[in-house]
């Protein structure tokens, strides 16, 4: 299934040399798609959905709403599977 939210989003991980939050990642790639509407709810479903296969890493930092960081494998070193 080729899916262009995706895509776009493991481009921007994949491009910066830190984490990003999930603002930032909206940001990076509202410019680029023009054909869906992408919304901060498909933006983090679809991430949610990168951390499960194993392609990127996230976590949620904060209290209370708090935000979620995500970053690609491998940005910090050798990284322990638990």
């Known amino acids: 299934m080729n899916d262009l939210i995706r895509d776009e989003i493991l481009k921007a991980i994949v491009g910066s040399g830190e984490p990003l939050e999930t603002k930032e990642i909206l940001d990076r790639i509202e410019g680029k798609i023009k054909k869906e509407s992408v919304t901060r709810t498909k933006i983090f479903y679809r991430l949610n959905n990168l951390r499960g296969d ?23 070193g050798k990284e322990v599977k638990r």
């Not at 392609?55 to 970053?71: C, D």
């Open 54 to 76: 194993g392609l990127i890493k996230g976590k949620f930092i904060g209290s209370g709403k708090g935000v979620w960081i995500w970053w690609k494998l491998g940005v910090f």
